[in-house]
């Protein structure tokens, strides 16, 4: 004789669906929850970092210089269009020969057809004390024409894993001869 299969509710197959897929899921191991000291995080703390940037796009010793440019870009009174690779040095004091303790590696590009403002993307890769190795990431728009600009920090490596924060840039000296610049950072950073 032929057996007959339960009745299955439209309810039914929607809970065995989600609970199916809920198993899958955690099977797989592609994800899992951590405790922070499983890492060896300690507690978070804030840090403050004071430091000058020092962009040279002029001379023999260039740490600033463009790679790509628009078909516009010198015609345009914001340089809109340029791209720059930089390797700038960091150091304590505004005098490039004074400690350097480390160096801002990437790119920045003239974003705006309005007003001078950047495209910042780099590393502070610091090379100095305690914080040897380590590095943190600025992603942000920089206005160099304002007195004050604001960057955030969106991460960073070794001592700065799982940073957060920003960074405070004021011009310190610009040679509108050569272009050069000497930028002063004030960083305020969360991280372990």
């Given at each position: 004789?032929?057996?007959?299969?339960?009745?299955?509710?439209?309810?039914?197959?929607?809970?065995?669906?989600?609970?199916?897929?809920?198993?899958?899921?955690t099977?797989?191991?592609?994800?899992?929850?951590?405790?922070?000291?499983?890492?060896?995080?300690?507690?978070?703390?804030?840090?403050?970092?004071?430091?000058?940037?020092?962009?040279?796009?002029s001379?023999?010793?260039?740490?600033?210089?463009?790679?790509?440019?628009?078909?516009?870009?010198?015609?345009?009174?914001?340089?809109?269009?340029?791209?720059?690779?930089?390797?700038?040095?960091?150091?304590?004091?505004?005098e490039?020969?004074?400690?350097?303790?480390?160096?801002?590696?990437?790119?920045?590009?003239?974003?705006?057809?309005?007003?001078?403002?950047?495209?910042?993307?780099?590393?502070?890769?610091?090379?100095?004390?305690?914080?040897?190795?380590?590095?943190?990431?600025?992603?942000?728009?920089?206005?160099?024409?304002s007195?004050?600009?604001?960057?955030?920090?969106?991460?960073?490596?070794?001592?700065?894993?799982f940073?957060?924060?920003?960074?405070?840039?004021?011009?310190?000296?610009?040679?509108?001869?050569?272009?050069?610049?000497?930028?002063?950072?004030?960083?305020?950073?969360?991280?372990?």
């Amino acid at each position: 004789m032929a057996k007959t299969l339960p009745k299955v509710t439209p309810t039914f197959l929607i809970l065995f669906t989600i609970l199916s897929f809920a198993s899958f899921a955690t099977a797989g191991g592609f994800s899992r929850t951590l405790s922070p000291a499983k890492l060896g995080l300690k507690r978070e703390k804030l840090s403050h970092l004071h430091f000058y940037f020092h962009d040279i796009v002029s001379g023999p010793n260039q740490t600033a210089v463009r790679v790509a440019e628009a078909p516009m870009t010198n015609t345009s009174l914001t340089g809109f269009g340029a791209v720059v690779m930089i390797d700038d040095p960091l150091t304590a004091r505004p005098e490039l020969t004074s400690k350097h303790v480390g160096r801002a590696q990437g790119i920045y590009a003239s974003a705006s057809q309005t007003e001078v403002g950047f495209l910042m993307v780099l590393n502070f890769a610091f090379m100095e004390g305690k914080y040897n190795g380590s590095t943190l990431s600025v992603l942000g728009r920089n206005t160099v024409l304002s007195a004050v600009r604001e960057l955030p920090i969106v991460g960073g490596s070794g001592l700065f894993r799982f940073a957060r924060g920003y960074a405070h840039a004021r011009t310190h000296t610009f040679d509108i001869g050569s272009g050069d610049a000497v930028v002063e950072y004030n960083v305020y950073v969360f991280h372990y």
